[in-house]
């Protein structure tokens, strides 16, 4: 089971941008689709983009497409998120999460459709 960490979080000013990381170790990395996800306080877990096992495809929410862009490294064993032009809608806990599929164009949105979670990182953008 793969074990993840983000960073790249903090606090930010509207139209700013931040690069989340999240490092995977004890697994396969390509073995795994790869998603963001954030929560806001008071809200549900939601799905923010996902990325296949090598990278092929991607699939975003619609309130972040075009400003943010996930990438992925599996030699590196990381996936990125991009976020540019952050709105304060944008702030929550951004967790990375793993899923272990066979199917390369696999692109799973649902919080359970994951097997391994990050400890999440705070994002905040002020106004």
């Known amino acids: 089971q793969v074990q993840l960490v983000e960073s790249g979080g903090g606090l930010v000013q509207a139209g700013d941008s931040l690069r989340l990381s999240c490092a995977g170790s004890?697994?396969?990395?390509?073995?795994?689709?790869m998603g963001w996800f954030r929560q806001a306080p008071g809200k549900e877990r939601e799905f923010v983009a996902v990325i296949t096992r090598f990278g092929y495809n991607t699939a975003y929410v619609d309130t972040v497409k075009g400003r943010f862009t996930i990438s992925r490294d599996n030699a590196k064993s990381t996936v990125y998120l991009q976020m540019n032009s952050l709105k304060p809608e944008d702030t929550a806990v951004y967790y990375c999460?793993?899923?272990?599929?066979?199917?390369?164009?696999?692109?799973?949105?649902?919080?359970?459709?994951?097997?391994?979670w990050g400890q999440g990182t705070q994002v905040t953008v002020s106004s």
């Open positions: 004890g697994g396969t990395f390509s073995n795994y689709a």
């Open positions: 999460a793993a899923n272990s599929v066979s199917n390369i164009l696999y692109k799973p949105r649902g919080v359970d459709e994951y097997d391994a």
